[in-house]
């Protein structure tokens, strides 16, 4: 199997590859479209994973803002992410959250937060964000569904310890709800 940067001919297969993975649901096809057109695209960090010449799965990690206060900074975000429902369970899922980590770290990104399964992204090194002091007011979801990782060791203790509101709060750009 192999991980690679998504190319413009890869769109339509993605856009099946969302579809398929999440029941024909079209809200995590149209989120990507728009990511894709936003300036919040990475573009290093649209990954697909290709198997036999086929698009099996597809993961996109973009720029969101972290709010302390009145300052922000550049963060990043993990959504969405599926594998056809035929090819999951055999590492693409995985192998697409490994290498979005490793070219993100290699980027010089700090965190990446994600919405997602508590018992699936922990094994990616995914811990719940409020135990750090972050909060996600935009999405009324339990606490332990908002993960973040961290990039760099210590930067969740770096950014308690600078902080001058009690929480910060991670934001996700317009693109998320249009
Ligand atoms: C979640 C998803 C991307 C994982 O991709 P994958 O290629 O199947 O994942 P991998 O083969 O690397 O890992 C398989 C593991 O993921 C677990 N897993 C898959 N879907 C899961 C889910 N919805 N909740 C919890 N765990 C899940 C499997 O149980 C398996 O765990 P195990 O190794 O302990 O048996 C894929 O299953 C998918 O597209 N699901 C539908 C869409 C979706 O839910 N996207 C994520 C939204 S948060």
Do not use: C, N, W
């Not at 010449?53 to 720029?63: Q, T």
């Not at 922990?122 to 990039?151: H, I, T, W």
């Amino acid at each position: 199997m192999l991980i690679r940067t998504e190319r413009s001919d890869d769109i339509e297969a993605v856009r099946q590859v969302h579809l398929a993975a999440f029941g024909g649901r079209e809200d995590e096809s149209r989120l990507a479209d728009r990511i894709r057109g936003s300036a919040g695209l990475v573009p290093e960090l649209s990954l697909v994973a290709e198997r036999d010449g086929e698009i099996v799965g597809h993961m996109l990690i973009s720029k969101a803002e972290l709010v302390d206060g009145h300052a922000a900074e550049v963060t990043l975000v993990l959504a969405p992410i599926g594998v056809r429902p035929e090819a999951q369970g055999r590492g693409a899922g995985g192998a697409l959250i490994e290498e979005g980590i490793r070219r993100a770290a290699s980027l010089g990104y700090k965190l990446i937060f994600l919405i997602g399964h508590p018992s699936y992204y922990p094994r990616f090194g995914f811990k719940p964000a409020v135990g750090s002091g972050l909060v996600l007011m935009q999405f009324d979801v339990p606490d332990d569904v908002f993960m973040v990782r961290e990039l760099a060791e210590g930067e969740l203790d770096r950014l308690a310890a600078v902080r001058k509101e009690k929480y910060g709060e991670l934001k996700y750009p317009q693109t998320f709800f249009a």
